[in-house]
């Protein structure tokens, strides 16, 4: 059977909408002839040749349909998924429930239903998302296919770029882990390209941010073809820098300049003083070199010397940690001065994740997570430069 020609769809299309009743009873039917209509161009398109068309290009044949039924807000609506035969595998994109992020965000909140962790919250969501069905069965095979996806780019090759900067940082999420909620380490890892392209490298779930983990999770980076890193950027973690300087020791280290003014304010015992502090600390991370900034440094540590001693000698040790990033070019520094990406990228994930609240596993929180990374690199991989290069300093002072 040949699908219908495009003046013969539209004239029914039009008959449809005409002869609706009051229950919205013609938009499924349209809806049900679009579908069925765009399944067999698909088809066709795959297949490398229309119904009964000879074709040197034909790469298989039609082999009929079979219903499906589809839950809709509409209701229940019936198609007809087209068939194929031959050395060749064809499912109707029509009928992918959204992109990566939303069928992970779809399928942990599926999970949950499945496992008995939901609640008439959840019930209500599987509802809107999922259709009204949801079974064990629909939601291990839906995992399948997309954890397969997820698991090809996590473990995908390194080596063709030279990643000159590595910022790393780490976020927490609730995952039932032996029938205990726990909060569960999401780390993750962005790489700027000798071309000054941003690209996420890599995320894992562990149980916290030990040295352990943090080292594995390098590890693999390195063993996916990681080389020619130039500076880390990260914040103080005291896992993480262990796990640095086993891992890539001869690497200079650029601690986040954000982080260092938040964790000045703990060492202010009044809250007066704070935007003093602030100020300063500003001024430092701002000097039109490294010379000025450590004199700047120096002067703010005989200020607080002798009137907060705590203050005075936490600078002095911990803010040095922060003034490697003046070895790079002006137009550089202020895009590698603090994980503000990845901070970005965190709240773009608490966003998605937050509607889901509770993982019922690692698996899930990890498909969930990688979704939405591997969508948001792909996009940085295609999109505009994000790091100018030294030659482009006259055009970005």
Partial sequence: MTHQKDGNVLEQVAQLLNDQNEENDGFRRVLRLILNETMCIERSHALGARHYERSEERTGYANGYKPKTLHTRMGALQVRVPQVRGDISFYPSALEKGVRSERALKLAIAEMYVQGVSTRKVTQIVEQLCGLE???????????????????????????????????????????????????AVLSAIGIDDEGRRSVLGVSVALSEAEVHWREFLASLQERGLHGVKMVVSDSHAGLKAALTARLPSVPWQRCQFHLQQNAGHHVPRQSLKGEVAQGLRAVFQAPNRAEAERLLKAMVTLYEKRLPDLANWLEKNVPQGLTVFALPECQRRHLRTTNPLERLHREIKRRTRVAGLFPNTNSVLRMVTSILMETSEDWECGKVYLPRKKDDHQND
Avoid: P, T
């Fill in 134 to 184: 949801v079974s064990s069965s629909q939601v291990s095979r839906c995992s399948a296919l997309l954890d397969a996806e997820l698991e090809l780019w996590r473990n995908r090759s390194l080596s063709a770029k030279r990643m000159e900067f590595l910022m790393l940082d780490a976020r927490y999420e609730k995952v039932r882990y032996d029938g205990v909620v726990r909060d569960c």
